[in-house]
């Protein structure tokens, strides 16, 4: 019988039932350190004081008011996030896929309003995720997204992660745009090289094309900078940004260049939900905490001293790892064995990471995770490399 949930998750054995900082606790009471947050969305970690506080000032005053009216929160946090980056203007969405959704439609309007309606190819790097929906899996392009759900949106093509000029050769006059993530994550923590994120910032001039960029597990401070770009000197036309913006409330943007938005008139596009009181609230709290240059150098120190502690980890663990790969606090531990043994290991010591492509176990701590926080976690993860090698034995 099928189950009452609908079984589309392979779930892991455990049930949360509360969140401290970095910690997570089970029903029976078992702590567990958290590398995981969510998949890069607690960024602030578990029930953060200042974003409890935000969410319930604003739940005792207004929970939702409809896009038809104004929403002061909603202004406010798009004035931040205008003020923070190279974007003129913000929609609001729930998640990372609906940012997808909408910096798809942004690059079709555009070109549709410039008079170049064929001009509806979106170029991608193979092993990247864009999200669940329809856009989503035709922009991810792999077949473990798209098998069985055809017929898929038209209009995207793939080259291989990193090829330059394999990107150069596939622009033809039917594209429009070039969506890559800076870092990607579901593909196995592997960063763009800066040359690399220049020189498409590059051929996108070149060629008169939008640069897009899903900054939606890689962005809001997760590297050590607000914006993983940054990190190359190189903003993007449009930026789809979800997860760690809301610090656990589902919350997702699409930033964008005024010229690149200049097709989304008034209904164009909207959503129910995208940029409600409650979630704007929430948003606004982690703003101003993740924004802060102090913060963002506390970020910076705490991912050298994990990547060091993590180097140590694979040296004294040869026949369990490979290396380390990653930016900031995304980081990547490629394995030599399967990582779901290495993150089920990591549950019977008390540490969450979380799975990835191309052999690799994510780390996505919390950004305030604190330096004996690290150091108790990665002594988690070689009892897990110990444990997995004697189950392996
Ligand atoms: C880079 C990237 N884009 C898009 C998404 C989809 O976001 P969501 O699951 O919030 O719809 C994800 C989710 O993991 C992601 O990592």
Request: proline share 5%; charged share 20%.
């Amino acid at each position: 019988m099928i189950p009452s949930v609908l079984p589309t998750y392979s779930r892991a054995p455990l049930q949360f039932v509360k969140g401290e900082g970095t910690w997570l606790i089970e029903a029976d009471g078992r702590r567990f350190l958290d590398l995981g947050a969510g998949i890069a969305v607690n960024a602030l970690g578990h029930a953060h004081p200042a974003l409890v506080q935000a969410l319930t000032d604003q739940a005792q005053k207004l929970w939702h008011v409809s896009n038809l009216y104004e929403i002061p929160q909603q202004q406010a946090l798009a004035d931040k996030l205008v003020a923070a980056s190279f974007a003129d203007t913000v929609f609001f969405t729930n998640s990372g896929t609906e940012s997808c959704e909408l910096a798809v439609k942004m690059a079709r309007k555009y070109w549709y309003d410039k008079g170049h309606p064929e001009k509806t190819t979106i170029l991608a790097f193979e092993g990247s995720f864009h999200g669940r929906s329809s856009a989503g899996i035709a922009a991810a392009g792999s077949e473990k997204m798209t098998k069985g759900f055809a017929p898929l949106l038209p209009g995207f093509r793939h080259v291989g992660w990193g090829d330059h000029d394999a990107m150069h050769a596939a622009i033809d006059d039917s594209v429009g745009a070039i969506l890559i993530e800076p870092v990607q994550g579901e593909g196995g923590i592997r960063p763009l090289p800066d040359q690399c994120l220049k020189g498409l910032r590059a051929l996108c001039d070149e060629k008169g094309i939008l640069l897009i960029l899903d900054e939606v597990q890689c962005g809001v401070a997760r590297t050590g900078r607000l914006f993983a770009h940054e990190w190359a000197g190189v903003t993007p036309d449009i930026m789809m940004v979800a997860k760690g913006i809301g610090g656990g409330f589902p919350l997702g943007a699409v930033l964008a260049t005024e010229e690149a938005a200049s097709g989304m008139t008034a209904g164009t596009h909207g959503s129910t939900y995208g940029g409600n009181p409650l979630g704007c609230a929430v948003g606004c709290a982690v703003m101003d905490i993740v924004s802060a240059p102090e913060f963002l150098e506390t970020v910076n120190a705490r991912a050298g001293f994990l990547r060091q502690k993590l180097e140590g980890l694979v040296a004294s663990h040869p026949d369990v790892f490979e290396g380390v790969r990653g930016l900031g606090l995304m980081l990547g531990l490629k394995c030599k064995l399967a990582p779901i043994d290495l993150v089920k290991a990591g549950y019977g010591c008390g540490v969450i990471t979380v799975p990835a492509a191309d052999n690799v176990v994510r780390l996505l701590p919390p950004l305030n995770i604190s330096e004996d926080e690290i150091s108790e976690a990665v002594n988690r993860l070689d009892f897990a490399a110990d444990a997995v090698l004697e189950t392996q034995g």
